[in-house]
């Protein structure tokens, strides 16, 4: 009698065993739990930022990926809140996100961090130096905007011959701003300037900044892709027109919103490239490890002829066919 009942009970848990199998498979069969989930952490909301999250949802049509079918997505913005940043990558951590995406350095290293314990891959875009920010090294990979800054020395230069002092705006925290300063800082005497730099550490002390790089009489700013500094970037033009003083943006966008000029990235494209890396990380063609990052070695030329104009700044036929035109 002991035998037979060891028995059933054998035969019960295996029967509980094959029930819960069999909904399991069942669930699976109906696409519950099955389709991957993208978790993208953008750090605030500015127009190159908004460009790599579109170029990156490109980037996966592009490699013949479709959401609903092959993936979901949880996308998420900082508002340019550090402590909200961590917060939405320990969200995408704790959910056991397939893939985290950081879009900017902030949260990049957000999501990096988040993720290391339990190994969840990581794809970062618009991250200026990846050296620096430590996202070369792990499960970790994604696409550079390192800027152009030779190119833009060079198109200041030839907008203003007599040119002599750059002002730029940068925050201390971002590793991508620091990267840059130091290029502008190690090429600009190359071509006849030097870089009056003021830093900030929050976004608040931006305008105030900039009033110090007035007084010193800087002969004009290149602006970076400094999130803080770019999420302000209509107060600060509108007290460099005051003062006639020609800002030079870093991206479209920014000559868009009335930056006279600017060498920069296309940031779709960008994203484009991130997006394709992610498809081969989610269809297991390769890990994030196996994938140098990369960077887009070309650039292109953007001018805004309405705020040259209204600053009595003339611009050569040559600059003209060259660049894309950003007034209205």
């Not at 519950?32 to 790599?52: R, T």
């Not at 994604?142 to 907008?159: A, H, N």
């Not at 999130?227 to 460099?240: D, F, Q, R």
């Amino acid at each position: 009698m002991k035998i037979e009942k060891r028995n059933g009970i054998r035969k019960g848990i295996l029967a509980a065993v094959c029930l819960g199998l069999a909904l399991l498979t069942g669930a699976c069969a109906t696409g519950e739990n099955k389709v991957p989930v993208i978790g993208i952490a953008q750090y605030g909301e500015h127009g190159s930022l908004d460009h790599c999250r579109e170029g990156f949802l490109q980037g996966l049509a592009k490699a013949g990926l479709q959401e609903g079918k092959d993936y979901t997505l949880d996308v998420q913005n900082a508002s340019f809140d550090d402590a909200v940043n961590n917060q939405i990558a320990q969200k995408f951590s704790d959910e056991n996100a397939a893939l985290m995406v950081g879009i900017a350095t902030p949260s990049a290293q957000a999501c990096f961090n988040a993720a290391e314990e339990k190994d969840i891959p990581v794809i970062f875009t618009a991250v200026t130096d990846p050296v620096g920010a430590k996202l070369d090294q792990g499960n970790v990979t994604g696409t550079s905007d390192v800027l152009p800054v030779e190119g833009q020395l060079k198109l200041i230069r030839k907008l203003q011959p007599e040119a002599r002092t750059v002002g730029i705006l940068y925050t201390t925290s971002e590793a991508n701003s620091l990267y840059a300063i130091a290029q502008y800082q190690q090429l600009a005497g190359d071509y006849g300037f030097t870089i009056d730099a003021v830093a900030v550490t929050t976004q608040s002390e931006v305008t105030q900044a900039l009033d110090k790089l007035l007084s010193d009489g800087v002969d004009c700013l290149s602006n970076l892709t400094d999130n803080n500094v770019v999420g302000v970037l209509p107060a600060i033009l509108e007290k460099t027109d005051a003062a006639g003083i020609p800002v030079y943006g870093s991206e479209i966008e920014q000559v868009k919103l009335g930056c006279v000029a600017g060498a920069g990235l296309d940031y779709v494209k960008l994203g484009i490239q991130t997006g394709e890396m992610a498809a081969r990380v989610l269809r297991g063609e390769a890990s994030c490890g196996d994938i140098p990052y990369a960077s887009i070695a070309d650039y292109d030329l953007y001018i805004n002829t309405k705020a040259l104009t209204a600053l009595g700044m003339e611009v050569p036929e040559d600059l003209t066919e060259a660049a894309v035109e950003c007034g209205e």
